[in-house]
Protein backbone atom coordinates (compact mmCIF):
# COMPACT_ATOMS: atom_id res chain seq x y z
CA UNK A 1 0.00 0.00 0.00
CA UNK A 2 1.56 3.17 -0.93
CA UNK A 3 2.02 6.17 1.73
CA UNK A 4 -1.34 8.31 0.10
CA UNK A 5 -3.24 4.96 0.30
CA UNK A 6 -2.62 4.06 3.80
CA UNK A 7 -3.05 7.95 4.94
CA UNK A 8 -6.56 7.99 3.17
CA UNK A 9 -7.55 4.72 4.74
CA UNK A 10 -6.67 6.17 8.25
CA UNK A 11 -9.95 6.09 10.65
CA UNK A 12 -8.87 9.23 11.63
CA UNK A 13 -6.92 12.21 11.49
CA UNK A 14 -4.66 11.36 14.53
CA UNK A 15 -4.72 7.39 13.24
CA UNK A 16 -3.22 9.03 9.54
CA UNK A 17 -0.72 11.36 12.00
CA UNK A 18 0.19 8.11 13.85
CA UNK A 19 1.20 6.62 10.48
CA UNK A 20 3.13 9.76 9.08
CA UNK A 21 5.41 9.55 12.73
CA UNK A 22 6.16 5.29 12.32
CA UNK A 23 7.21 6.03 8.24
CA UNK A 24 9.47 8.65 9.02
CA UNK A 25 10.86 6.39 11.74
CA UNK A 26 11.53 4.61 9.23
CA UNK A 27 13.56 6.85 7.65
CA UNK A 28 15.67 7.79 10.29
CA UNK A 29 13.32 10.83 11.99
CA UNK A 30 12.98 10.49 16.00
CA UNK A 31 9.99 12.77 15.69
CA UNK A 32 7.60 14.34 13.55
CA UNK A 33 5.40 17.77 13.61
CA UNK A 34 2.70 18.90 11.08
CA UNK A 35 0.49 21.97 11.37
CA UNK A 36 -2.34 23.61 9.69
CA UNK A 37 -3.00 27.53 8.84
CA UNK A 38 -6.03 29.22 7.07
CA UNK A 39 -3.70 31.88 6.56
CA UNK A 40 -0.45 32.16 7.60
CA UNK A 41 0.51 35.85 7.52
CA UNK A 42 -1.29 38.37 9.84
CA UNK A 43 -3.23 41.56 9.28
CA UNK A 44 -0.30 43.68 10.68
CA UNK A 45 2.13 41.84 8.28
CA UNK A 46 3.25 39.38 11.23
CA UNK A 47 2.93 35.59 11.61
CA UNK A 48 0.52 33.62 12.92
CA UNK A 49 1.41 31.18 15.84
CA UNK A 50 0.36 27.55 14.52
CA UNK A 51 -1.20 24.97 16.09
CA UNK A 52 1.53 21.93 15.94
CA UNK A 53 0.56 18.40 16.25
CA UNK A 54 3.11 16.09 16.99
CA UNK A 55 4.63 12.35 17.50
CA UNK A 56 7.47 11.64 19.82
CA UNK A 57 7.97 14.84 21.31
CA UNK A 58 8.01 15.24 25.27
CA UNK A 59 5.08 15.74 27.37
CA UNK A 60 3.65 19.27 27.16
CA UNK A 61 6.65 20.65 25.33
CA UNK A 62 3.94 23.18 23.74
CA UNK A 63 3.95 25.62 26.79
CA UNK A 64 7.57 25.88 26.27
CA UNK A 65 7.51 27.18 22.92
CA UNK A 66 4.57 29.66 23.58
CA UNK A 67 6.74 32.98 22.94
CA UNK A 68 8.69 31.14 19.87
CA UNK A 69 5.88 29.72 17.94
CA UNK A 70 5.50 32.92 15.84
CA UNK A 71 9.06 33.35 15.16
CA UNK A 72 9.97 29.89 14.31
CA UNK A 73 13.17 30.72 12.24
CA UNK A 74 12.78 27.53 10.50
CA UNK A 75 9.17 28.21 9.35
CA UNK A 76 9.71 31.54 9.01
CA UNK A 77 11.96 30.43 6.18
CA UNK A 78 9.73 27.66 4.77
CA UNK A 79 7.45 30.52 4.01
CA UNK A 80 9.80 31.96 1.73
CA UNK A 81 10.49 28.47 -0.54
CA UNK A 82 8.68 25.28 -1.51
CA UNK A 83 11.62 22.70 -1.33
CA UNK A 84 12.71 21.23 1.82
CA UNK A 85 14.52 22.93 4.36
CA UNK A 86 17.41 21.37 6.20
CA UNK A 87 17.96 23.22 9.52
CA UNK A 88 21.23 23.39 8.83
CA UNK A 89 20.75 26.04 6.82
CA UNK A 90 19.01 28.26 9.64
CA UNK A 91 21.29 27.31 12.87
CA UNK A 92 23.93 30.30 13.21
CA UNK A 93 22.52 32.62 10.25
CA UNK A 94 23.66 36.04 10.93
CA UNK A 95 20.14 37.22 10.43
CA UNK A 96 18.71 35.62 13.38
CA UNK A 97 17.08 37.52 15.65
CA UNK A 98 17.55 36.99 19.83
CA UNK A 99 14.35 35.46 19.87
CA UNK A 100 14.95 32.96 16.90
CA UNK A 101 18.42 32.28 18.57
CA UNK A 102 16.36 30.96 21.55
CA UNK A 103 13.84 29.14 19.58
CA UNK A 104 16.58 27.27 17.62
CA UNK A 105 18.35 26.97 21.94
CA UNK A 106 14.66 25.85 22.75
CA UNK A 107 14.53 23.05 20.07
CA UNK A 108 18.24 21.97 21.04
CA UNK A 109 17.32 21.65 24.59
CA UNK A 110 14.26 19.12 23.99
CA UNK A 111 16.89 16.80 22.48
CA UNK A 112 15.97 17.49 18.98
CA UNK A 113 19.57 18.30 17.17
CA UNK A 114 18.85 18.17 13.62
CA UNK A 115 15.95 18.09 10.94
CA UNK A 116 14.06 19.04 8.06
CA UNK A 117 10.70 21.15 7.21
CA UNK A 118 8.54 20.48 4.36
CA UNK A 119 6.31 23.85 3.70
CA UNK A 120 3.21 22.81 1.65
CA UNK A 121 1.71 26.56 -0.16
CA UNK A 122 -1.99 26.14 -0.36
CA UNK A 123 -3.92 28.99 -2.71
CA UNK A 124 -5.24 32.29 -1.01
CA UNK A 125 -2.52 32.12 1.43
CA UNK A 126 -3.48 28.81 3.56
CA UNK A 127 -0.06 27.07 4.59
CA UNK A 128 0.84 23.69 6.00
CA UNK A 129 4.13 21.98 6.88
CA UNK A 130 5.89 18.83 8.13
CA UNK A 131 9.08 18.53 9.89
CA UNK A 132 11.20 15.38 11.04
CA UNK A 133 13.29 15.59 13.83
CA UNK A 134 15.89 13.75 14.80
CA UNK A 135 18.17 13.61 18.34
CA UNK A 136 21.72 12.73 16.72
CA UNK A 137 23.25 15.88 15.04
CA UNK A 138 24.71 12.75 12.36
CA UNK A 139 21.14 11.40 12.15
CA UNK A 140 19.97 8.25 10.46
CA UNK A 141 18.53 9.86 7.52
CA UNK A 142 21.77 12.50 6.98
CA UNK A 143 23.44 9.40 5.78
CA UNK A 144 20.81 7.82 3.42
CA UNK A 145 21.25 11.40 1.59
CA UNK A 146 19.23 12.79 -1.14
CA UNK A 147 17.01 9.34 -1.15
CA UNK A 148 15.64 9.99 2.52
CA UNK A 149 15.18 13.81 1.62
CA UNK A 150 12.99 13.51 -1.21
CA UNK A 151 10.77 10.51 0.59
CA UNK A 152 9.97 12.62 3.33
CA UNK A 153 9.22 15.65 1.12
CA UNK A 154 6.78 13.08 -0.70
CA UNK A 155 5.37 11.46 2.16
CA UNK A 156 4.47 15.03 3.63
CA UNK A 157 2.57 16.22 0.16
CA UNK A 158 1.20 12.58 0.38
CA UNK A 159 -0.07 13.45 4.04
CA UNK A 160 -1.23 16.19 3.59
CA UNK A 161 -3.67 15.88 0.67
CA UNK A 162 -5.39 12.84 2.75
CA UNK A 163 -6.18 14.56 5.84
CA UNK A 164 -6.89 17.85 4.60
CA UNK A 165 -10.49 18.03 5.43
CA UNK A 166 -9.66 16.88 8.52
CA UNK A 167 -7.71 20.34 10.07
CA UNK A 168 -9.95 22.69 7.86
CA UNK A 169 -12.31 23.04 4.98
CA UNK A 170 -12.08 21.00 2.60
CA UNK A 171 -10.28 24.11 0.53
CA UNK A 172 -6.88 22.99 2.53
CA UNK A 173 -6.63 20.45 0.00
CA UNK A 174 -6.34 22.63 -3.00
CA UNK A 175 -3.19 21.81 -4.95
CA UNK A 176 0.09 23.25 -3.20
CA UNK A 177 1.89 25.94 -5.33
CA UNK A 178 4.58 23.86 -6.76
CA UNK A 179 6.32 24.65 -10.10
CA UNK A 180 5.60 22.23 -12.83
CA UNK A 181 9.53 21.22 -12.42
CA UNK A 182 8.97 20.61 -8.73
CA UNK A 183 5.89 18.46 -9.62
CA UNK A 184 7.94 16.32 -11.90
CA UNK A 185 10.44 15.93 -9.25
CA UNK A 186 7.57 14.77 -6.72
CA UNK A 187 6.33 12.00 -10.02
CA UNK A 188 9.67 10.59 -10.18
CA UNK A 189 10.35 10.21 -6.71
CA UNK A 190 6.91 8.66 -5.88
CA UNK A 191 8.09 6.25 -9.08
CA UNK A 192 11.36 5.13 -6.79
CA UNK A 193 13.76 6.77 -8.97
CA UNK A 194 16.99 8.27 -6.95
CA UNK A 195 17.95 11.95 -7.04
CA UNK A 196 20.58 11.36 -9.52
CA UNK A 197 18.10 9.32 -12.00
CA UNK A 198 16.02 12.17 -11.06
CA UNK A 199 17.88 14.82 -12.11
CA UNK A 200 18.80 12.91 -15.69
CA UNK A 201 15.26 11.87 -16.43
CA UNK A 202 14.67 15.98 -16.60
CA UNK A 203 17.99 17.06 -18.09
CA UNK A 204 18.76 19.23 -15.11
CA UNK A 205 22.15 19.14 -12.91
CA UNK A 206 21.56 17.23 -9.40
CA UNK A 207 22.19 20.31 -7.29
CA UNK A 208 19.24 22.04 -9.44
Not at 41 to 50: I, L, N, S, T, Y
Not at 104 to 128: K, S, Y
Not at 189 to 204: F, I, N, V
Request: glycine share 6%; aromatic share 12%.
Amino acid sequence: MSALAEFRVARSFHHALDALAEQALALGFDAIDYAYMPRARRGDGGWHAPEIRSRRFPPRWERGWQPYAAQDPYLCTCYQRTLPLDWNEVKGAAWLTPVQRDAIAFIDRLGFLDGITVPIHLPAGRFAFISGVSHARDSAWRLAGYTAIEQFFLLAHSFHAAVAAHVGSTEAAGAPLLSPRELEAIRHAAQGLSAPATAAAMHRSLET
